[in-house]
Structure formats: C-alpha cells, structure tokens
C-alpha cells in the first residue's frame, strides 16, 4: 500500500533554516501537504503543491518536490520557537479524497 | 468563523460502554472524514463520507461507525469500544471529494480503560 515516511525528530537553533523531509511511494499522488500540530491543537494546513509543481513559496516556507524520486520538503527560513510543533507530510491519491499521512517530525527551536 | 467542531474534547471511559463523538462544519463542505492519530503512526483514515447518506471506509474502520443523515453532522460511534482505540481522533471537511483542503478539528482525546 501507500507508504509516507518522515524522520522523527529535528532540532535547529533560532534563526537558522529547517529543512523537514517526507517520502512517499505512491506515484499517482495529486497533492502533497504539510500540516503543523502544536501541542494539544488540531492540524493546521501550511501549505500544499500540486504534483505537477517542482517548487512553491509562501513567506518563510518553501516547498520542495522531486517527483521522479517522490521526495517532498518542507524549508522554514529564519526559523522562530514558535514553530516548534509537529509537522506532517500527506499525500492525496488521484482517486479520491483520502490522505495518506507520515508519522510526523517534531521540531524543536532552540533559542 | 468557518470551523469543524468536535464534542467532547476529552474521554475516559470503560470497555464495552458505548460512545458518540460528534463533528460539525458550517462551511456546507460535502466531504467529512474521522482519523485518528496514534504516536510514530501519523494519522489513519476511518471512515469518510462524501455527501449525505454516502460513507465508505477507510484504512481502520474495525471497531467504528459512522453516520451522515445532514450535511453538517458527521458523528463517529464506537458501539463496544475497546482499550486498543485509545487514540486521538480528528474530524475533518473538505468543501468536495477531490478539494485539495482538507480543515480538521481540534481533536478528541480518548481513554478507553
């Protein structure tokens, strides 16, 4: 089956650029997402891009995808504490409206 | 304020005794979906429903129902629950199938003893 994968764990010091990595498997994948969770909070969308798109930047973030090795990232620039949360990858499936999420990199901004 | 709404936000409660979280979205979206989220397991979909009286599975339906009779309503029933679905639960909406935002809800925290 499908299959998104992401590192556990990153750890950066104020200022400095995050770079969060996801893979997935499934080929047929429309959109890519990143979502944020902070603590005892839902999910909060952050950005998304189309598969058809190689790059999308909104602000401080940057979205890499690499579709030929089916690698997405997720670049916060001049990054703050206040984005200390967890961060997901999802895909969506051409065949539906499903997401298909990886198990989240927690971020943590050292001042 | 456009908002997907989950009742309760916390839940202990025994083996076997039946439960209902409920979801709501006033954005008139046509998809609703239940996930849950377990630790290094991301989130898992268990059922979706993509207008009134259309609900499928997802990845993890065992153990749950759904219903969909309004638009806005999307409850998630756990008819004999059991230790193994203590979990976080999200509701969420998209405004159609195939919308590419999905809005979720602020989480439902449940303890199954």
């Known amino acids: 089956g499908e299959d998104v994968e992401q590192s556990l764990f990153l750890s950066v010091r104020e200022g400095d650029s995050s770079v969060i990595n996801c893979t997935y498997t499934?080929?047929?994948?429309?959109?890519l997402y990143w979502y944020k969770q902070e603590p005892g909070a839902g999910l909060q969308l952050l950005t998304y891009?189309?598969?058809?798109?190689d790059m999308k930047q909104d602000q401080r973030l940057t979205v890499l995808l690499n579709k030929k090795d089916k690698h997405l990232s997720l670049r916060i620039a001049d990054t703050q504490t206040g984005d200390s949360a967890i961060y997901f990858c999802?895909?969506?499936?051409?065949?539906?409206?499903?997401?298909?999420f990886g198990g989240g990199t927690r971020l943590m901004v050292k001042p | 304020e456009a908002q997907v709404t989950q009742n309760p936000r916390y839940l202990i409660t025994v083996t076997g005794k039946k439960l209902t979280v409920t979801c709501s979205q006033n954005?008139?979206?046509?998809?609703m979906s239940w996930y849950r989220q377990d630790p290094g397991l991301g989130l898992r979909q268990i059922y979706y429903s993509m207008n009134v009286e259309v609900t499928d599975k997802g990845d993890v339906p065992e153990g749950y129902k759904v219903s969909r009779k309004e638009k806005r309503n999307f409850p998630l029933i756990l008819e004999s629950p059991s230790p193994n679905q203590t979990s976080l639960y999200f509701c969420a909406s998209s405004l159609y199938t195939g919308g590419e935002t999905q809005y979720f809800g602020p989480g439902t925290r449940l303890l199954v003893l």
């Open positions: 999802a895909e969506r499936q051409n065949a539906g409206n499903m997401l298909t």
């Open positions: 499934d080929s047929s994948s429309t959109y």
């Open positions: 954005m008139n979206h046509e998809y």
């Open positions: 891009i189309f598969s058809n798109m």
